[in-house]
């Protein structure tokens, strides 16, 4: 491809609105552009790199015996009500109507149309197990699309959906999709976790997400360095704390905190670290009443873990302040577990506190040196709280945590929609039976980005050569002065595409530094300068982007040299 073509805009300015770098880089280097919040068009470089994804993971799924077809974007209404998920899926799903008023979505996921196709398709166990995927664009109207491709609204999605007749089948499909995303995140160059996971609104039993470690990461993913142990931190159970609960050694006082609501606020009045107090958060209970739930200053309330405990509402709600006034006397700063009539449930490390610090259930007061057992009743227990890095995990070594961006997820379903939309096949004795399915996720788009996150540097992107939209940029200097150079590396460009290497050839009338610093910012994996002065000994110029290294190599070899390098890693 020639740049005189395109053509390339770029920026050396970062974007005000782009916060992480896979973002601002993409930008940058004009590899995609916003047309509103969410949706990019990807641009002619840009587009051969998520090409290269895309052609990636299709491959590995074909090497599965996956088999691929392509759905439609549009669904219509009915299939969503079989399930009972157009009135459950709420403002994620872009809703709309067709000229006779009928409803559709655009599709956030395949789960019903797939499920529709294998009832009709689908019909004796002997057809079975089969899995179906495409690559395809989805349409989620994100509450908050942000980080560019990360979190859009309309993005790239591989999907596959497996149809079994027994847990043995689905267990056997889901390793092997398990093992195919090792082998496209290898190939990809994206070191990955795999991590055990909530499978959310979507149900069933197991599931299992892959994650890119990034600081931009929007998951916390806990993990044991050098066990298999990773979770989302959603998820991450955590233990029962070993030391037994400290005697008391305090009387219980109540002192003035006025203006001191936080945590941190009550700390720095009292002169005691986070770990020394206790914070009380009010939910609704599934009967309309109050629930308090109690957790030390130092931790921070795991939603997921604490909706599915018995009484508490679902989603979880939290109370609001005129709600916890009436119920407890005071503002939300200054609430507390002692002396209440509601259901107080404590967090494990809450209930092994001791002398602790809480609101007084009074404006402007909290208590000091409360303690269990004595000024208020032992609590009941459970595990509300997000795990922390230094807790021992429940396998054994101590938990790190780490930012994530989920690339990958893959779950069982189960029967939860083949029942709802009648899936059926006939088994051996001729008995109609629902079809198990699993559900497999690649995030073809987000991993472009993920990629770029990963890879970069002060000057641009080093893109990893499995993802490289070229392997190859060919840098033409001053061509318009040097008719010699125009003519090298022309007949260079030629021989390259012959050789079969993508390369993009950069043949536009700009100064040096500008084709240097584009060079850089789109990172291709290796450059090639044509200049003057070295053509006059039959020499150019051979660097590698993701090093300092230059050297300077006969042209006559340098087509062989470049296969070699490119071939040969
Ligand atoms: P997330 O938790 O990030 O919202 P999800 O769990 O809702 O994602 P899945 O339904 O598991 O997403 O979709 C499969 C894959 O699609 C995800 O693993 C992710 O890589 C990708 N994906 C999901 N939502 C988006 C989005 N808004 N933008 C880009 N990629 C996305
Ligand atoms: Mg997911």
């Not at 795999?194 to 609104?201: F, K, W």
Request: aromatic share 6%; glycine share 8%; charged share 25%.
């Amino acid at each position: 491809m020639r740049l005189s073509n395109l053509p390339l805009t770029t920026f050396k300015e970062v974007p005000a609105d782009a916060e992480i770098a896979s973002h601002q880089l993409m930008l940058r280097a004009g590899l995609i552009r916003q047309l509103a919040s969410g949706l990019f068009t990807w641009m002619p470089i840009g587009l051969r790199a998520l090409r290269k994804v895309e052609q990636i993971v299709r491959e590995e799924m074909d090497r599965t015996g996956a088999v691929e077809l392509l759905m439609p974007a549009v669904q219509p209404a009915e299939l969503w009500q079989e399930t009972g998920r157009w009135d459950k899926y709420g403002p994620l799903l872009l809703r709309m109507h067709d000229r006779k008023n009928r409803e559709f979505c655009f599709g956030p996921t395949h789960e019903e149309v797939i499920t529709d196709i294998a009832r009709q398709e689908l019909k004796s166990y002997k057809q079975l197990p089969v899995n179906y995927y495409q690559i395809q664009t989805k349409f989620r109207d994100e509450l908050r699309p942000r980080f560019g491709l990360m979190r859009a609204r309309e993005f790239v999605m591989k999907d596959a959906y497996s149809f079994h007749l027994d847990q043995d089948s689905l267990d056997e499909t889901y390793t092997l999709m398990a093992e195919a995303y090792r082998a496209i995140f290898d190939r990809l160059g994206l070191p990955c976790k795999l991590v055990d996971a909530d499978s959310g609104a979507i149900g069933g039993s197991r599931s299992c997400e892959f994650h890119v470690l990034a600081d931009s990461g929007e998951d916390a993913i806990a993990y044991v360095d050098g066990e298999d142990f990773a979770m989302n931190v959603e998820l991450a159970p955590a233990g029962i704390p070993d030391e037994e609960r400290a005697d008391p050694t305090q009387d219980m006082q109540k002192v003035a905190t006025p203006d001191s609501r936080s945590i941190d606020q009550v700390c720095e009045r009292l002169a005691i670290v986070p770990s020394q107090a206790v914070k009380t958060l009010l939910v609704e209970g599934d009967k309309d009443e109050l629930i308090a739930l109690v957790l030390r200053g130092d931790h921070s309330l795991n939603t997921v873990k604490t909706e599915k405990l018995a009484g508490v509402r679902q989603p979880l709600t939290l109370a609001g302040a005129e709600q916890i006034e009436s119920a407890l006397g005071a503002e939300p700063g200054f609430v507390g577990p002692v002396g209440t009539k509601i259901r107080v449930i404590a967090d494990h490390s809450a209930a092994a506190a001791a002398n602790f610090v809480c609101g007084a259930n009074e404006n402007g007061y909290h208590l000091t040196g409360a303690n269990w057992g004595r000024d208020l009743p032992e609590p009941e227990q459970a595990d509300l709280r997000n795990v922390v890095a230094g807790d021992h995990s429940p396998a054994g070594g101590v938990i790190s945590i780490a930012r994530g961006i989920e690339v990958g997820h893959i779950f069982q379903l189960g029967d939860t929609y083949s029942r709802s939309m009648n899936a059926c096949v006939l088994d051996k004795d001729g008995r109609e039976q629902p079809m198990l399915m699993g559900c497999y996720g690649i995030g073809v788009s987000r991993i472009v980005a993920a990629a770029v996150e990963q890879n970069h540097d002060e000057k641009g992107i080093l893109w990893p050569p499995e993802l490289a939209p070229f392997q190859v940029v060919l840098v033409a200097l001053n061509t318009k002065k040097s008719a010699e150079v125009r003519s090298s590396a022309e007949s260079l460009y030629e021989k390259l595409v012959q050789a079969g290497i993508e390369v993009l050839f950069d043949d536009r009338d700009a100064r040096p530094g500008v084709k240097f610093a584009d060079a850089d910012l789109l990172g291709i994996p290796c450059q090639v300068v044509v200049g003057d002065r070295g053509l006059k000994n039959g020499i150019v110029e051979f660097r590698q982007r993701c090093s300092d290294d230059s050297r300077e190599l006969e042209l006559d070899g340098i087509v062989d040299f470049i296969a070699t390098q490119i071939g040969g890693g």
